[in-house]
DNA sequence: GCAAATTTGTTCGTATGTATT
DNA sequence: CAATACATACGAACAAATTTG
């Protein structure tokens, strides 16, 4: 009934960095340090109480380095949809206007840097291809976006439309440079598309490659996936977003009819 | 620049698994048959590999038994906040009507099952009441309900009120069965609170162990936690829910405006 | 810029404990 | 109880990344 001696190492190495004992972003003891401190337990023991940790998002190990308690840097607040009560005159479908249509707000007074949009033409993934209803084999036009806020990476955005798109006469859309007005107006004007309404799935899974890359997550972390499809007239789909974010560093908020004005507050926990 | 061998060894059962030459929820070869088939490999070495499939959420070790590659059950799809186009009528808040007010739909034809409330009496935790706006020493009524749906564990979801509401006349709030008429009227015709707003916070995390426990999800799992927070008259909250749910099995849909009826099929990544 | 020292990463072998069949 | 399979633990050696002199 013992728990293990990893875990009790673990544990105690937990108790000591919430407590404060060791304060967020300094560095662990050196692993032959605690191998001496901890009975005289096997480096290897050591290393899998620390693998616990790190797989809890608690500590960081890098190489040559050492290992180091996480910084718990305040979550990045993101608001989703932002529902007001209707007035008489407003379209009332809230969110969704102009380019930036997830506004990445709550930042006030931090340094924002977007790089300027990547843009591909390639098969379409399937998913998107579902989204899009379009075949699987049919190609779209991909504008993707590294946001960084702070020095600190914020989210990958991908912006998928219909390679039709561009020979109907959206040419600017294979551009690389950003879209005069934003791309609602300019899909509105070139092709009279007119977004009646959207949705918003969100899903959690372990990152690619490059996105634990550029994010900055480690192998154990997650990924926070948005997907927006957005509808024009007869409910057909028209344009999809997939924005990439790092689980543990966002908060999503979704406000709804009359709320207080400062959202900005992330929950503890 | 070699990968290290439990690197290519994750990779070269990762390509099995994904490619189907291993289908879902069967056994994969025990750890002394890997170390034969990878060129003699120390079965230390294939356990990495292993772990490092693992905590991508690809496989899962059963202690006596073997490991097993999991099984992708269809994420279930609930929808947070259902938008429709203002009516004239409408006060069109959307969503936050009756007890269950996530709705967790596009489960049709499924068998639900919730546990009976669990009451309970006690200090607020700290992000609780700050969203309540009452001190961190106020006692507050805490429902708690377990939601599993076809045998699979959904949501665990605490519903939290000040305990103010129950001196004021609110007593059934206290009795561990359900509300008459669902909370949101109890409310409203005990206390006259009307709610004109709410707001919902999403964040992911590493479960707590009752968590992992009940909602089946390993120590590398994440769950995603909704606060929802809802505001009566002058913006003053009075009711905060928070539901725990196991991030790689649910996909959180919101929808805006117009958009197609069919909301119930997943994403596929 | 290089070499040495430090620290974590990978791999092996072995032994023993615990859960399941 | 016995056999099987994963879990824990130890010790050792070398590799790779980083810092320091």
Redesign the pocket.
Known sequence: ?????????AEDLRARIESGAIPQGT?????????DR??????????????LL?SRGLVE???????FTTRHVDPFVTILTAVRPPAADEPGLGGGEGEDAFAEIGQQGRTTSASGPQVSVQQAPDDVAARLQIPPEAQVVCRRRELVVDGTPLSLRTEYYPFDFVTAGATDLVQAGSLPGGATSYLEQRLGLVQVGYQERILVRPPAKDEAKFLEITDNGRVAVIVRTRYQAARRPFWVTVTVLPAERVELVINSGTVPDDHTAPVVA
Do not use: F, Q, S
């Open positions: 009934m013992t728990e293990p001696m990893y875990r009790r190492i560095k662990l003891p050196t692993e032959t340090e605690l191998r901890y009975d005289g337990a096997a480096r290897n023991t050591v290393r899998d109480a620390i693998k790190a190990t890098r190489p040559g380095r050492g290992t």
